[in-house]
């Protein structure tokens, strides 16, 4: 079975500041990990992901993760928070022989004020 | 738009009556999947498709769940006598195989469906 915890509801930042939104993942095998986001009444979008190789992997919008193997995460961070930023994120993971189920994570809302 | 879509993108029906959503996913797509997403929860796996063949369904899709993909393209999600707990939005996604086989790809989701059942 696999599973991902984002053990935050809710993460408010100050426009400027660092952020790290949080998960940590279960997969019996090898993880392939996603995060995506999620603006009001539109679909999720897809913002990076670990596959193998460097354990910090950048995506879009200036945000990147860290993959942590030995403690199970794949933290989501950006150096400088801004208001447009402001969403919903998912963190998810899907066994690397494993071609079908993704498992997402229940979301932490994003708030970065001005 | 080459994206994913969906249709219709808001449905209210009655409890007892039958449902269906179609979902056209990216052209160069083999893969297509439904997840189900309800409010404060992430998206939960419903039944993926590789082509024309589902090869995996979650024990939440009963029995009057039925999804289908006639010729490896568009997808149909019938949800036969529906129920209030039938409430939420229905998500499609597709991604591509990639040359890996099992596929590394992100999924890449339409705007989903929103069901509501009175």
């Known amino acids: 079975a696999q599973s991902v915890a984002q053990p935050e509801d809710q993460v408010n930042v100050a426009e400027g500041n660092p952020l790290t939104v949080k998960c940590t993942y279960s997969v019996s095998g090898n993880p392939y990990l996603f995060w995506y986001v999620q603006y009001p009444n539109r679909g999720l979008q897809f913002l990076l992901k670990?596959?193998?190789?460097?354990?910090l992997v950048k995506g879009s919008y200036g945000f990147e993760a860290e993959f942590n193997k030995s403690q199970t995460s794949f933290h989501l961070k950006k150096p400088s928070a801004l208001v447009s930023d402001s969403a919903l994120y998912f963190c998810?993971?899907?066994?690397?022989?494993?071609?079908?189920?993704?498992?997402f994570g229940d979301g932490t809302t994003l708030t970065v004020k001005p | 738009d080459t994206g994913v879509s969906q249709d219709p993108r808001h449905k209210i029906t009655k409890r007892g009556q039958n449902v269906t959503f179609r979902c056209d996913p990216i052209?160069?797509?083999?893969?297509l999947y439904w997840y189900r997403q309800t409010l404060g929860q992430g998206p939960e796996f419903l039944t993926y498709f590789q082509n024309e063949a589902q090869l995996e369904k979650s024990r939440l899709l009963s029995d009057r769940f039925s999804a289908e993909r006639p010729k490896g393209s568009f997808s149909t999600l019938e949800i036969q006598r529906t129920e209030q707990g039938d409430s939420a939005m229905y998500l499609c996604?597709?991604?591509?195989?990639?040359?890996?086989?099992?596929?590394?790809?992100?999924?890449?989701f339409g705007e989903g469906s929103r069901l509501t059942v009175l």
């Open positions: 996604a597709s991604s591509p195989q990639g040359l890996a086989g099992a596929g590394t790809g992100e999924l890449f």
């Open positions: 670990y596959i193998t190789g460097d354990n």
């Open positions: 998810a993971v899907r066994d690397m022989t494993n071609a079908g189920k993704s498992t």
């Open positions: 052209s160069e797509h083999n893969r």
